[in-house]
Every structure is written in C-alpha cells, then in structure tokens.
C-alpha cells in the first residue's frame, strides 16, 4: 500500500467517518508491505500483509476477463491531469498497469482485484485493499471503476458515489445506476458513465 493513501482511508464500520492510525512494520520506498491500521472509534485492527490491507476476505470478482482496453476506460473516467487517486473495483484491475500509464501521476486504489492480477513490483502507484465496502473517505478520490459484479450492485455505487469528489466520475459495467447522486452522463457496451452531483 502507498503510505501516502493513509490519509484517505476510513473504517469500514457503520459509524462516523474517521481516521485510521498506521502503525507500519515494514516499509520501503512509501509503499507499506506489513503492519495495521487501528480504528479511534471502535478499536478494530486491520491488518497489512504482503502489501495488501485485508479490510474483510472478500471473494475475488467472477470473470475477469478484461471488458475495456485501458485508453476506453481513461477516456470514461475522463482524468485531465496528474494527482489524486483512482479507485479500481474488481475485474476493473485488470486493465492497472496499462491505465497506470495511460493516467500519469494519478495513485491507483485497488479494490477486491482479481486473485493472481501481475503488478509491477515495488510500484508506489498501486495500494490493493480487500473489503465489502470502499473504506475511503467521502468526496477523496478523483474517479471510481466498478467493475464487474460491481456496477450494477447498488450498495457499491451509491459507496462509489459517495468517495468520488463532487463533478468527477464513476464508470461501471453492468445495468444504469439509479443512485441519486450520480447523474448519468452515458452508456454504450454494458459500461455507464456517471457524474457525482455536487449536491450529494
Ligand atoms: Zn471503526
């Protein structure tokens, strides 16, 4: 994990949003290998392993065969600039160290990636999180792809929704979302493109 997404992680317990302490035991060049994050609020301990953060044993995404090639999907999530972080939800990390460069200077997040995905090694860009909900704040990251199984699962998108800063984007496959914070800008070969409204 890049220590750098300390900052932008929340316990992922139905209370208040709040930070998450590292305690790291291992870290090398900014990424975190081994350590935990303890909850302020309900005392929970989550651990870092091999650079993963196990948040819950999430099942790995069912199929993950890559839908978009990595242009298609930086052209969605439409990212003008350098900075910030991306969140990639299941089969959606497939396409990383191809969108790693197609979105320079953008930290990529990802979530529940399928079993076996082949990362650069020793890549700060890269935090893998295993968890049934997004543990990030609200309104911290700059666009959300969910992948399969994922964008048309509701509890997701309306999570999605809400991490996303106000005016960016989530992409999803699967069905139209209907969360109201999301305006939904288009769709076209079982991917939606949606905006978070300000409002939300
Ligand atoms: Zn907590």
């Known amino acids: 994990m890049f220590i750098e997404l300390t900052d ?3 316990c992922p317990e139905p209370h208040e949003e709040q930070y998450l302490v590292l305690l790291p035991d291992d870290v090398e060049h900014r990424i975190v290998r081994r350590g935990e994050l ?3 609020v309900c005392g929970r301990i989550y651990h870092l392993r091999d650079g993963v ?3 819950a044993a999430a099942a790995a995404p069912r199929g993950s065969a890559a839908p978009l090639d990595a242009a298609g999907l930086a052209a ?3 990212l003008g600039g350098p900075g910030g972080y991306m969140v990639l939800v299941g089969s959606a990390a497939d396409a990383a ?11 990529l997040v990802l ?6 995905l082949a990362l650069p ?10 968890a049934s909900t997004l543990p990030l704040k609200s309104r911290s990251m700059r666009a959300v792809v969910l992948g399969r199984g994922f964008g048309d699962a509701p509890a997701w998108v309306s999570d999605a929704a809400r991490v996303v800063l106000p005016g960016l984007r989530v992409v999803g496959e699967g069905g139209e979302p209907s969360d109201n914070g999301l305006e939904l ?5 079982g991917w939606w493109v949606a905006a978070r409204t300000s409002s939300a």
């Open 53 to 55: 953060v196990e948040f």
């Open 76 to 78: 969605l999530v439409g």
């Open 111 to 116: 979530v529940n990636p399928p079993h076996g």
């Open 185 to 189: 800008l288009a769709t076209a070969g």
């Open 38 to 40: 303890g909850c302020p």
């Open 97 to 107: 160290t191809e969108l790693a460069a197609a979105v320079p200077g953008v930290a």
């Open 8 to 10: 932008h992680l929340r």
């Open 121 to 130: 090694p020793d890549a700060p860009a890269f935090s893998v999180l295993r």
